[in-house]
């Protein structure tokens, strides 16, 4: 695996790696030497971590790239007491971070404060508290530059030890007099279409993570590479092969998303892949992004994965689902045996799934038809379901709505949050259960994952949750969904002829018949049971004259699951509203209900039929006498 992505790093391109950087935020100081053999000031930039690269800043990047230290851990090896945090004779760094004791920085701060004329003067505090740190740095510049030599240099001339030396006593002498000099342009007005620009001092607007960073510029960029390179191959001979902690996972609460095909532990790496792999993980870590997230990584097909490249040097990134619609027609073949990577930047680069896709299955037709005669929001006519052609849109138009949070998000990798699904708490246990499922469903074409089974719950979840909130349109949208997509989701073996869509036609017209008189009834199923029940209980409903017209009234039919129960709710409601005029057709349905199965309603669990009592009520209702239902 760690072959395929050193593999795929080399062939990103040097102009597309230097994408991935940015300078460090705070004071970026450019220092040549002078004729007279002294170091001086050529110019400063203060970046502000969001400004788009200049011809300053890009020069600045290069410069900060072959001198940045490879971790605080291996720093020791230039200062011991960690103050400084560049890795190059030719660059000193540092910001204004006190460290993580807390005893010492109080202790630090009481001493500062009693030097102070006013102790609670905070802006004078922070100055005092940089200065401080200054100092710090200042003490350590001599033992840092003989190490940095150590470190980076293999054979130096007299005119390199000339500049290093110059350099280092400019360092030393001058530049913390000069850093507090340093101004920029500040624009302080608080109104809008007003500036009132002033210069202040970069010291004060720098913040505590924030870095000033001087480089020696007469040093040609290619010695800047080669003394970083030698640094980093001392720390990882080219020869020598030392185990590979290039990988992190999620800790083991998470176990769902440990790495399942994509094992790290026991591979060791050189110090030649070790630079590389840093390479990658800057890439991957880059903000704003520069390649996709997940993104594919092909370990056989050269020429796609080169495709897969030249996509990434678009005017704006696409996405993994822009980029599989772009090459899909011309690589179809292609597209399998890769890795999928997905990943985190926090504090450190965490990959949330590393796993191999044996083969993509990118087409897939389904049609989702508009059984409940739902109509467009805010007009009169039905909705129209577009045909999915291709996994991504099947995503969109089913998982999506039936996992999304009150955000309208799908989040596959984040932390479970249940403020995320408020009022959706059925929805936010099932999207819990079935995250990771999904995701490989779409991504990874792994379909055995969600069977029938799952695809019910994930649906009736929704609609538990939309029955709480009286979300009817909702409610429709779901049984759209499930009676249009249930065979999708059965193992081949399983599927018939016979389809939840050609079954609902059934019941309507059984209910149709039932309510002329002319059902044969001994034949009837429990599935033509539940929904001719479905249609009584939405017409007994209609008939309320109570304020509460929500579907919370459901609930005491959906909460039974014995037969007898459930004839007793309906029963119950029918007597209550015995003075009503109900029409012959809900007469002729409810007597059929109401006797359902006398002699046998043991074997019948009424929470198995949810789907087609709910299709009952939530289909056109065929109890209304002719003159009723132009009215209902």
Known sequence: MIKEIVNFTQNLGEDFKNLAYRPSKGLHILTNIAQEGDSRIEKYVYYDGVAELDEDLSQILSFERYSSYISMN???????????????????????????????????????????????????????????????????????????????????????????????????????????????????????????????????????????????????????????????????PPNEFNDNDFISTFPDKKPFMSHKTATFETYKINGVDANILKQFKDVVSAKPKVIPNPFPLFIYQEELQEKVIALYNQNRLLTFTEIINSLWENYKKDFNNYYLINWYVGKDIVFKDFDFVSKFEYELDAQIENFFEIQEKGGKSFVFYPKINNIFTFEQAVFKPLLQNKYLRLDYFSDLKNEDYEHLGNTFQAFSKYRKAVYDFVYKSKRQGIDEHIFSDMVFSHIKDDLKQNNGYSIKEKLNIWFSLYENFQPKNRKNEITMASKLKQYQEFVARLSMGEADTDTATDADFAFAAGQVIDYILRKSRSDDTSYRLLEPYLQQSKLSEFRKAIAKDFDRYRHENFSKKFRNAAAFVLSYREENEQSINMKDFMPELLAGVFSENQLFADKQKDNN
């Open 74 to 236: 291996q720093q020791q090896k230039f200062d011991k007491k960690q103050k400084i945090h560049s890795a190059s004779p030719f660059s000193i760094a540092f910001n204004f971070s006190l460290g993580s004791d807390k005893q010492k920085i109080e202790t630090i701060i009481r001493e500062i404060k009693s030097k102070m004329d006013d102790p609670n003067d905070k802006d004078e505090l922070e100055l005092q508290i940089k200065l401080y740190k200054m100092g710090l740095v200042k003490e350590s510049i001599p033992a840092y530059f003989i190490n940095a030599q150590k470190l980076c240099l293999d054979v130096i001339n007299q005119d390199l030890e000339s500049k290093i030396t110059n350099f280092e006593k400019f360092c030393l002498n001058q530049i913390f007099e000069e850093i507090p000099k340093m101004k920029i342009k500040k624009d302080i007005s608080k109104k809008k279409d007003v500036q009132e620009i002033i210069d202040v001092s970069i010291l004060s607007e720098l913040k505590e993570k924030d870095y000033i960073r001087v480089y020696l510029t007469d040093i040609p960029l290619d010695e800047w590479k080669d003394a970083y390179e030698r640094y980093y191959m001392g720390e990882y």
